[in-house]
């Protein structure tokens, strides 16, 4: 069936490091996947998302990347700052909008 | 503008009783999905809603969960006779709906349920 598996499960930078965090899907006909951050007691916010028909999208210090061959897409962080910790969960939908979660990071950035 | 509003924010219930939880979209989404989040299932997809219609109810776990969805707004989730393992978090989220288009889906902030 459809799957995403995400990975680290945690991760811990020092402030103002990269991180990176990556995902697999297995259903081929996904063709969107969006990126969510989600705080304590909140629920995920949509942080990024990038499409089947584009490799690589940026917003200021966040970029996803797509590999579609792979089937694997990643987002990376720039210049951590301590608010950016968080658990970060990738997804992956087909044209049925369902969405499929990765199993979530814990990021943690340290000041 | 207002973003997906889910109530209660908390729910405690004792097993065998019934549970009824809402989700207001944001105005003008007609899709509708619930996912359910429980520290060892992760995020999972219950159902999906297109306007007052669920065309995909996959995701529902058994018997004892249904949704509803009238005037293309409101939704209802329900859980009768509650068992422990239905302790979780319940979010709501809505979207736009296009012609063999995805779009983003905007999440509440989730009502969290106890089972006692």
Known sequence: GENVEQHPSTLSVQ?????????????????????????????????IDIRSNVGEKKDQRIAVTLNKTAKHFSLHITETQPEDSAVYFCAASSNTGKLIFGQGTTLQVKP | GAGVSQSPSNKVTEKGKDVELRCDPISGHTALYWYRQSLGQGLEFLIYFQGNSAPDKSGLPSDRFSAERTGGSVSTLTIQRTQQEDSAVYLCASSLVGFREIYEQYFGPGTRLTVT
Do not use: H, M, R
């Open chain 1, 15 to 47: 402030e103002g490091d990269s991180a990176v965090i990556k995902c697999t899907y297995s259903d081929s006909a996904s063709n969107y996947f969006p990126w969510y951050k989600q705080e304590l007691g909140k629920g995920p916010q949509l942080i």
